[in-house]
């Protein structure tokens, strides 16, 4: 059997929107993926102290949210271990479950200029084929610096070209809890999720949402 190409897709999802399926899907039409493997963060080193939805409703979403692509796979990786969730440790443990396949791990324009203070960020670019950038257009990146920072990055990078989506997980948490329009923002599956369990809306004696 001849090796893949798979990209890794990760984040905290809370909720999944359409942003996330429509550069998923950019991103594994631009970079030839095989499969995207969906990689649900549970407890982000970034986020700590951040309210965050449980895990068992971002799990179920992102499930709802993927379910009718056979190209998207929901990834347990680090839902199974305990945290904080580092992307080297996930990365090493997705290349001991598909030792024969190429990773090549997605990430934003914002993450590729915060990578070189990355946890281990040269042992995370060593475990991976591939980096593949969704790129936004207008925004500026400068290669040199990160490169000098992270030399093995040159070789490994991609951009992807990423429509300008202006959507939030954190706009869609705010619309729900200030009661405004939040439908076409995300799958509807997601959306009847989101409405039939209660998520997001604002507590007595609180209010929005956080982070």
């Given at each position: ?43 982000p080193p970034h986020k700590q102290g951040s309210e965050i939805a449980a895990l068992e409703h971002r799990l179920a979403m992102v499930e709802l949210a993927i379910a009718d692509d ?142």
């Open positions: 059997m001849s090796a893949r190409r798979l990209g890794i897709f990760g984040g905290t999802f809370d909720p999944p929107h359409i942003g996330h399926l429509i550069l998923a899907a950019e991103a594994r039409d631009q970079l030839n993926l095989d499969l995207t493997v969906w990689v649900l963060t549970p407890d056979p190209g998207f796979f929901l990834s347990h990786v680090d839902i199974d271990r305990p945290g904080p969730h580092y992307a080297v440790d996930t990365v090493r443990l997705l290349r001991q479950q598909y030792p024969g396949d190429e990773l090549i791990y997605l990430m934003g324009g914002d993450s590729l200029q915060d990578l070189p203070h990355w946890y281990q960020a040269e042992a995370f670019l060593a475990a991976l084929d591939g980096v593949g950038v969704m790129r936004r257009p207008g925004d500026e990146i400068d290669l040199s610096e990160l490169f000098a920072a992270l030399p093995m990055l040159k070789d490994k990078l991609n951009f992807v070209t990423a429509p300008l989506l202006e959507i939030s997980a954190k706009q869609i948490r705010h619309r729900v809890t200030d009661r405004r329009a939040f439908r076409y923002y995300l799958p509807l599956e997601v959306y009847r999720y989101v409405l039939k369990q209660g998520l997001y809306q604002a507590q007595p004696g609180r209010g929005s949402v956080g982070d």
